[in-house]
Every structure is written in structure tokens, then in C-alpha cells.
Nanobody, 123 residues
């Protein structure tokens, strides 16, 4: 079973940057599509970004396009979300997720989830 461990959340002022990391427990992580979702209390999980298993296809929500970058390091078995020019509306709990092979765009398509990391952007 794939286990995901997240890190990198914190408190930052508007306009600042953070980099989230998500490390997988097994080498077969290279066969999985990966994604980042975020959730505000009382709302469902919103897709932020995802990347295909071969790292050739990426997706970004319109609200983060041009500011966030998803990447994957196969050697370190780690997925990253670089977040620049953060805005107060980016405040949420961020979750990484993985599913076998095919890329997905909705939370119910993913089988494995990290524990979540809080990102708070002050105005």
C-alpha cells in the first residue's frame, strides 16, 4: 500500500512563497499519477494541480495558474508543489494524493492520501 507523507506548510504573508513536499513510501511511486488538493472547512476538496505518471502532463486550477508549479523527483520519490505569490484565498489544508497510472482531476478518483498540511496566508 502506498503511504504519503507531507511537509512544508506554514504561515506566510501575502506575496510570499512556500514549497510543499510529499514523499511516497515505495519505489513504485513512479507508476502513479499525483495531485494536490486543498480544503477549506465546510467545503469539499478542490483540485489544485496534478501530474501524470510519466511527468509529461500537468494540470492547474485557474486560480493558481502562473503562480504554482507541480513537479516530481523520481530519485527522491517526492512530489513538490512550489507556491509563489501566495494570496489569502490560498489559505487551506493541502493534501497530496496518488492513483495508479492514469491522471485524475477529482478527489474521488484518488486512492491514496497524505495527512494534510496547513497553509495560512495573512493579508
Amino acid at each position: 500500500e502506498v503511504q504519503l507523507v507531507e511537509s512544508g506548510g506554514g504561515v506566510v504573508q501575502a506575496g510570499g512563497s512556500l514549497r510543499l513536499s510529499c514523499t511516497a513510501s515505495e519505489f513504485t511511486d513512479t507508476d502513479y499519477a499525483k495531485a494536490w488538493f486543498r480544503q477549506v472547512p465546510g467545503q469539499g476538496r478542490e483540485g489544485v494541480s496534478c501530474i501524470s505518471s510519466n511527468n509529461n502532463t500537468t494540470y492547474y486550477a485557474d486560480s493558481v495558474k502562473g503562480r504554482f508549479t507541480i513537479s516530481h523527483d523520481n530519485v527522491k520519490n517526492t512530489v513538490y508543489l512550489q507556491m509563489n505569490d501566495l494570496k489569502p484565498e490560498d489559505t487551506a489544508v493541502y493534501y497530496c494524493a496518488a492513483r495508479p497510472r492514469e491522471i485524475g482531476y477529482q478527489d474521488w478518483e484518488y486512492n491514496y492520501w497524505g495527512q494534510g498540511t496547513q497553509v495560512t496566508v495573512s493579508s
